[in-house]
């Protein structure tokens, strides 16, 4: 099956040897998000909460990059560097997405890239 790479200028470039998503059939494999700035590269500034949001706005974008929206979204993965913040961040998912939720796990990761307190990752299916 062919293996499809999705790019847009919307959300951050690939900081490493990866795409921003790939499409093999009707599944599209979604590259972590961090909160980096698309036009400026730059973390966003503010608290966890706004961290999300600019996560999930990356995400979005790649999401529409691929054809899809956040409504054809079935698995997320959600990496926080403080679980302490756990509520925070369902609070910012549940302005993003509706019933039903898409599968999830979330995971306290000890570091993530860029100092970022806050990732996202996702599979869809379009």
């Known amino acids: 099956m062919p293996r499809t790479p999705i790019h847009t200028d919307a959300a951050?470039?690939?900081?490493?040897?990866?795409?921003?998503a790939i499409r093999a059939g009707n599944t599209v494999y979604l590259s972590g998000q961090t909160p980096l700035v698309p036009a400026t590269g730059q973390m966003v500034e503010g608290d966890i909460e706004a961290q999300a949001r600019q996560a999930f706005d990356n995400l979005k974008a790649v999401c529409e990059a691929a054809g899809g929206s956040f409504d054809n979204i079935v698995r997320l993965?959600?990496?926080?560097?403080?679980?302490?913040?756990?509520?925070?961040?369902?609070?910012?998912?549940?302005?993003?997405?509706?019933?039903?939720?898409?599968?999830?796990?979330?995971?306290?990761?000890?570091?993530?890239?860029?100092?970022?307190?806050?990732?996202?990752?996702?599979?869809?299916?379009i």
């Open 12 to 20: 951050p470039a690939a900081i490493g040897p990866y795409s921003q």
């Open 77 to 125: 993965g959600l990496y926080l560097t403080d679980l302490s913040d756990f509520a925070r961040v369902n609070a910012v998912m549940a302005e993003y997405f509706s019933q039903p939720y898409p599968a999830r796990s979330t995971i306290q990761a000890a570091a993530l890239p860029r100092g970022a307190a806050f990732e996202v990752d996702g599979v869809m299916v």
